[in-house]
């Protein structure tokens, strides 16, 4: 019989540095729509350093976190008996920051909508986001190894990938 999963706590995240990023800081632990709430974590500190970051800065974040990110999934993904728990936010944090980086320097409007297209893509997964997201995916009580870190990220990447093409669409259209 496979370990019950592990239902994450404060004191559950403050043991160990991989929950924490993993967790979003924090932001993963909402009751309810964790996902959203680790989206809007991200849009509020992507305001924050977004004047201090330049384009090269943005790419050493996304990609050093996305590596980080992999490593603080697989570990916590594994603690919480969970293939892809919920409370897991650091891939909505990345693939949301990506999105307001190449998107820039859009306005709260702007922001706005790719926030809800981003939530969107990532809470209905279809088409290419729903390939992906079951592409790394595992039974629960299976092994949670490297490639379920990865699939924990991945999908949310392709959702950020659908956001860009909307609104390249979008704008494409109007002029």
Not at 8 to 32: D, E, N, Q, V, Y
Not at 105 to 125: N, S, Y
Not at 143 to 161: S, T, Y
Request: aromatic letters at 14%; one cysteine or more.
């Amino acid at each position: 019989m496979p370990p019950a999963p592990v239902r994450p706590t404060l004191a559950f995240m403050l043991r160990h540095p991989a929950r924490c990023i993993a967790l979003g800081f924090g932001s993963g632990l909402a009751p309810k729509a964790p996902g959203t709430f680790g989206t809007l974590w991200a849009w509020a500190v992507f305001c924050i350093i977004a004047p201090w970051m330049s384009d090269l800065g943005w790419a050493l974040l996304i990609g050093g976190g996305t590596l980080v990110g992999w490593w603080a999934c697989t570990v916590t993904a594994r603690q919480l008996n969970t293939p892809d728990p919920s409370a897991v936010v650091w891939d909505e944090v990345l693939a949301f920051w990506l999105i307001l980086w190449l998107i820039a320097p859009a306005g709260f409007a702007g922001q706005l909508v790719a926030f809800g297209l981003f939530r969107f893509f990532d809470a209905v997964k279809r088409g290419p986001v729903g390939w992906a997201d079951r592409l790394f995916k595992t039974e629960r009580g299976a092994e949670i190894g490297w490639a379920q870190g990865f699939g924990i990220l991945f999908d949310d990447f392709v959702a950020a990938g659908c956001t860009l093409a909307v609104i390249a669409l979008y704008r494409a259209l109007l002029g």
